[in-house]
């Protein structure tokens, strides 16, 4: 099975005020992505996760093995600045 991303503008802080759960008639929060029912503010195994930081290249490159660390932050960057675009270049 393949994977996919959702960009959410804002993560939400608990499943109450998640848009991806629904009030589940046993007072509980039932998920919708994973299929499962909570009564915690947000469960450990809760899909939304933070898009990752930046690698911010310092400096220029003084040998091979740090040039290479740098190809390394530069791409995971350019992923990073990807996932943040929300979807403009969906297939």
Do not use: H, Q
Not at 46 to 69: L, N, Y
């Amino acid at each position: 099975m393949s994977k996919g991303i959702i960009v959410l503008n804002n993560i939400p802080e608990d499943c109450v005020s998640c848009r991806l759960s629904i009030l589940s008639a046993y007072g509980g929060k039932f998920c919708k992505v994973v299929k499962e029912y909570t009564y915690t503010d947000k469960p450990d195994w809760c899909p939304i996760k933070p898009v990752p930081e930046k690698k911010a290249i310092i400096g220029s490159p003084k040998d091979i093995e740090e040039s290479k660390r740098d190809l390394v932050r530069a791409g995971w960057d350019m992923c990073v600045d990807e996932l943040l675009k929300g979807g403009e270049n969906d297939a």
